[in-house]
């Protein structure tokens, strides 16, 4: 399995920017389909944006359309998730996400969909 590992979480206030990254190791992501989620404490892991194996499709969840871009460098093994307007309900634990099955869609939404997965980064929004 490939590892995944996030960073760029922190504290940041409403309206203010995050950029977060996952640094992939052991294998090229290059060939999988990748995701964001976020979680909250006593919450479901929800999906956050999904990104297809060469960059050239991109789906996120309505909450965060237009606010946030996930994009990604294969050349890096690396994926990313730009924030900006950050909302108190962004508030949560973010976790990337590669599916390392054969992928028929351009993008995954559900849990079930991906292998393996990072240790998440906190993302505190005040208000």
């Known amino acids: 399995q490939v590892q995944l590992v996030e960073s760029g979480g922190g504290l940041v206030q409403a309206g203010g920017s995050l950029s977060l990254s996952c640094a992939a190791s052991?294998?090229?992501?290059?060939?999988?389909?990748m995701g964001w989620f976020r979680q909250v404490p006593g919450k479901e892991r929800e999906f956050v944006a999904a990104?297809?194996?060469?960059?050239?499709?991109?789906y996120a969840v309505d909450s965060v359309k237009g606010r946030c871009t996930i994009s990604r460098d294969n050349a890096k093994n690396t994926l990313y998730l730009q924030m900006n307007s950050l909302k108190p309900e962004d508030t949560a634990v973010y976790y990337c996400?590669?599916?390392?099955?054969?992928?028929?869609?351009?993008?995954?939404?559900?849990?079930?969909?991906?292998?393996?997965w990072g240790q998440g980064t906190q993302v505190t929004v005040s208000s």
């Open positions: 996400a590669a599916r390392e099955r054969y992928s028929v869609s351009s993008f995954y939404s559900r849990e079930m969909d991906y292998d393996s």
């Open positions: 052991g294998r090229t992501i290059s060939t999988y389909s």
């Open positions: 990104i297809s194996r060469s960059g050239a499709y991109t």
